[in-house]
């Protein structure tokens, strides 16, 4: 997996200090109904005294009720040459309050806070370790920092996941007069938020929010979750002093002072993308033979240092050393690509599976990755520049179908990369077996995929061969005692296709009783997924991808054996996909099993819940169709 550090990404930790000892008894019952832990108190106390200077006082309070909850105790305050943390404390409380241990400043671990894949980094964290002797406890967690980084403020979000219970949260900022500032607040709805503020001071609390249970396909929390974003129109970032107040001055000030003159290269390399390209007319086809290079030549590494954590290294650095971070080789292929007259913008996203976007109305600085987008009449072609197997203007699910900052010479815009729907993330299985008057079962599979299923595939090929016999071994998992004979992978780049052949046997498929083989055609794509039931459903839920199975099996029965009863085609029909599937036979000993699944991406309010529910179990039931060979 990999792992990219953009400093859009500024973590602000939580912290309390053990001023009240928050016995458990305390605890309003309906605060630890669905609970894994609740938050007592969660302090946020920001003074922006000018745009280069801003202390931050942090205080958390969290009872942890079950093991579960121990993801949200965070305990950990990141700091660097220019965020200079103090007071740091922690305290241990049992379940009565009465205090069990303190730990002092000195007790915290010191580490890097880079992973091992950085060349350069100087930001570090502060952290606590505890094993608790029993549940529930509490642990109270405080400190205070002073930045003159101002161009990420800290945000308010006062609830912090699902399963938590917030008992009090308070946010407070205090900006100095003069500095001219911008909020946005945001899914307050249903929340007991109170707003406090006046003048120049921001002021939000919320009181006595209880635990939201996950529900299956909710949306991603950050889609609902309640938020206060404040933004300085003048800011400072690691020395730099910028200027922003909506996502154009924002693309403006990085292109001025994060990118001008980066995208010099060496006159040699020139001249050599030049030849590379003789003969080439398409601008396509020059565009992927320069990313091609791109992949051949250069590797990732991450480089978190200082405005580093923000600005490219230049394109003449990472054409020396060969390597570089995603804002580096993004940079380095805009630049190799502007040497021969294409023009192409860095742009700022943020990467992940949950298809979080820059909010489209709030312009500062965010996200924590970079890609490459480059003009094509009506079209972009995007490039996943660190990368050096993704193929050629494919995104995959790390940055697919979100709002991203694309900087130019004149300015910030908004763009959204290409989303991959439904018919689009198709696989193809056709598959080829017998079944002997045992009921085993010995054949041969090829699956085709394409776009995000592709994506989901193409890792296959480069497992190692235990590994890869036990991907198929669940992935077939209805095959009990499945044997892996053979595997072979084409890896098209150019269709983004890939293609997996795959030679299996499994004993006893087919239940033998009495003479009789019960057999299930559908041996290698069930769909068994039914999503958890719900009384009283409390949450929306999203079909985040569609996708598009089509399935052609061709079946050899035992000779001496008949299949006396043909079941009748189904077809489901629905909003939210279609399904239908067919038994044919082609002689007295073969079968043809035909299927087509469709699933169509939506947003679905709560109350269509158990429709969706219904519509897959009749998927479900259908795959699972049995039927009876008979013995002549």
């Not at 280069?52 to 958390?60: A, E, L, N, Y």
């Not at 154009?248 to 390399?269: A, C, E, F, I």
């Not at 598009?548 to 035992?558: A, H, L, S």
């Not at 073969?590 to 309010?605: A, D, F, N, Q, V």
Request: with cysteine.
């Amino acid at each position: 997996m990999r792992i990219f550090y953009f400093a859009g990404l500024l973590l602000c930790c939580s912290i309390c200090s053990a001023q009240t000892n928050f016995p458990v008894s305390s605890i309003d019952q309906s605060l630890t109904t669905n609970a894994n832990a609740v938050v007592r108190l969660d302090e946020s106390v920001v003074d922006v005294s000018s745009r280069d200077k801003m202390v931050v006082q942090r205080k958390r309070v969290i009872t942890i009720l079950k093991k579960a909850g121990e993801s949200s105790i965070n305990p950990y305050a990141h700091y660097d040459k220019r965020r200079k943390l103090s007071d740091i404390s922690a305290v241990i409380f049992d379940e009565n309050g009465i205090e069990i241990k303190k730990i002092k400043k000195r007790d915290f671990l010191d580490v890097s806070a880079v992973d091992g894949g950085t060349l350069y980094g100087d930001s570090r964290v502060k952290y606590f370790r505890y094993t608790p002797t029993a549940y529930p406890y509490t642990i109270a967690f405080s400190y205070t920092y002073t930045t003159p980084n101002t161009a990420f403020l800290p945000r308010w979000m006062p609830v912090d996941d699902y399963m938590v219970s917030t008992e009090k949260s308070v946010y407070s900022m205090t900006i100095a007069q003069g500095l001219k500032w911008r909020k946005k607040e945001k899914n307050f709805k249903d929340y007991p938020i109170k707003n406090l503020s006046k003048g120049n001071t921001l002021t939000y609390e919320m009181v006595g929010m209880p635990a939201q249970k996950r529900e299956m396909m909710s949306p991603a929390f950050y889609n609902f979750e309640p938020q206060v974003m404040v933004a300085l129109d003048d800011f400072h970032l690691e020395g730099v002093d910028g200027s922003a107040s909506d996502w154009k001055s924002m693309g403006q000030w990085q292109h001025d002072y994060l990118l001008v003159n980066r995208d010099k290269l060496p006159q040699n390399t020139v001249n050599l993308i030049s030849d590379r390209l003789q003969g080439i007319s398409d601008k396509v086809e020059k565009v992927k033979s320069v990313y091609q290079y791109v992949q051949d030549n250069t590797r990732y590494i991450s480089v978190q240092l200082g405005i580093g954590g923000w600005q490219p290294i230049s394109a003449q650095e990472v054409d020396e050393v060969k390597y570089g971070d995603c804002k580096g080789l993004t940079n380095y292929t805009k630049a190799l690509l502007k040497s021969q007259g294409i023009e192409a913008y860095y742009s700022v996203v943020y990467a992940g599976g949950t298809k979080k976007g820059m909010e489209k109305d709030f312009a500062c600085m965010q996200g924590n990755h970079v890609i490459l987008n480059v003009p094509n009449g009506e079209e972009d072609i995007w490039l996943e520049c660190t990368s050096q197997k993704i193929p050629f203007g494919f995104l995959s699910d790390f940055t697919d179908d979100r709002d991203v900052l694309v900087v130019t010479p004149q300015g910030g815009k908004i763009k959204h990369t290409e989303a991959y729907l439904n018919d689009e993330n198709l696989q193809q299985t056709n598959a080829v077996f017998k079944i002997s008057p045992e009921g085993d079962l010995k054949g041969k599979v090829a699956i085709v995929t394409k776009a995000i299923q592709y994506d989901d595939h193409v890792k296959i090929e480069n497992m190692a061969k235990p590994k890869r016999i036990e991907h198929y071994r669940e992935y077939w998992d209805n095959i009990n005692g499945l044997v892996v004979l053979e595997t072979k992978f084409q890896n098209n780049k150019e269709e983004v296709e890939f293609t997996e052949v795959v030679t299996v046997e499994g004993p006893s498929y087919a239940k033998k009783i009495e003479g009789e083989l019960l057999l299930k055609p559908n041996a290698f794509n069930l769909m068994n997924f039914v999503p958890d039931r719900y009384r009283d459903r409390k949450t929306p839920f999203e079909i985040s991808r569609g996708f598009t199975d089509v399935d052609d099996f061709k079946i050899e029965i035992p000779q001496g054996h008949v299949l006396e009863t043909l079941p009748e085609p189904i077809k489901i029909t629905g909003k939210y996909g279609d399904y239908s599937m067919q038994l044919e036979k082609i002689n007295e000993t073969e079968l043809r099993y035909t299927r087509k699944l469709s699933i169509l991406k939506g947003h679905y309010p709560k109350e269509e819940y158990a429709d969706y529910r219904s519509f897959m179990r009749k998927i479900r039931k259908a795959d699972n169709l049995k039927i009876i060979i008979n013995q002549l």
